[in-house]
């Protein structure tokens, strides 16, 4: 099989091409792309708990420590207890991290309407239910067993 036919290969390929996109858009907004899709999972009224973020964006919460110290150094947010639990500190936009998560926004949605203005809803909805089912037998884990595929044994 050529790698140009393999699932993993296209999937990867058109993710590097997507961040490459928004990275050129959000470097002219001195952030990343990381950086927007952080902003883009926080509340702008009442925060975010820190332990919320990471599992919104499939990240590991190491990878997301150092996102969050960089945003706060850029001012983009500021961590404060949450009033309800003070054992949990929720992560709050400041008035700078709005603006960049508006732009964030409009950047995500000029995409997607790009690309739904191109490809029609029938093609759409098979691609979501496509990428749902690769998601499924990836979560359900049962791929690998003993070190071969399923296929194997």
Do not use: C
Request: charged share 30%.
């Amino acid at each position: 099989m050529k790698r140009e036919e393999t699932i993993d290969h296209n999937i990867k390929t058109a993710w590097h091409a997507i961040a490459r996109m928004y990275n050129q858009q959000a470097v002219k907004q001195e952030i990343t792309t990381s950086i927007g899709f952080v902003l883009l999972n926080i509340s702008s009224k009442e925060g975010t708990p820190a332990t919320k973020i990471a599992p919104l964006m499939g990240l590991e919460s190491r990878s997301l420590t150092r996102v969050l110290k960089n945003m706060e150094e850029k001012g983009l947010v500021y961590r404060k207890p949450d009033e309800n639990d003070k054992r949990s500190v929720r992560i709050h936009l400041t008035e700078k991290g709005k603006e960049k998560k508006e732009v964030s926004r409009k950047t995500v949605l000029a995409f997607n309407e790009a690309v739904r203005a191109k490809i029609p809803d029938s093609k759409l909805k098979v691609f979501f239910e496509v990428i749902n089912d690769i998601n499924g037998i990836i979560e359900n884990n049962n791929i690998y067993e003993n070190g071969k595929t399923i296929n194997q044994q």
